[in-house]
């Protein structure tokens, strides 16, 4: 006898092109992507602050996911929204994502805009001005 199919939890609902408008949960709540997970966590990092890949990963439950976060990052420049991705740096602060910006020089020019110091490519003070989302939220 076979086993009957699970059936898949969420709804989607399509237009009647085929395209995909919106995924509904079970709850009836609009499902919300990891980069949107990603961008409403990085709007709430305090200017003057700054995180990790990592640690916004790790806040949202995806510790192995600091990559995925940085592609999240570097796709926020097409977003509508003003997400202050320069406010997010590697586990040893450094500036591993300025190749995204407009300029070589503009996620720094951004940080010290902010009062942050950066030599070398690198945040000064870094566990000063650290920003933990699990601890702070």
Do not use: C
């Amino acid at each position: 006898m076979a086993s009957p199919k699970k059936k898949n939890r969420s709804a989607t609902t399509k237009s009647s092109k085929g395209d995909k408008l919106k995924q509904v949960d079970p709850s009836g709540k609009k499902s919300v992507s990891f980069f949107e997970q990603v961008y409403d966590l990085v709007e709430q990092i305090p200017k003057g602050r700054v995180t990790t890949y990592g640690a916004i990963a790790r806040s949202l439950g995806s510790g192995l996911s600091a990559r995925m976060v940085g592609w999240a990052l570097n796709g926020s420049f097409l977003s509508d929204r003003k997400i202050p991705a320069q406010r997010v740096v590697n586990r040893n602060g450094q500036l591993s994502g300025k190749a995204h910006f407009p300029t070589p020089t503009r996620m720094q020019e951004l940080l010290e805009k902010e009062g942050i110091t950066v030599l070398n490519d690198t945040i000064q003070n870094f566990s000063k001005v650290f920003w933990d989302p699990a601890e702070e939220l």
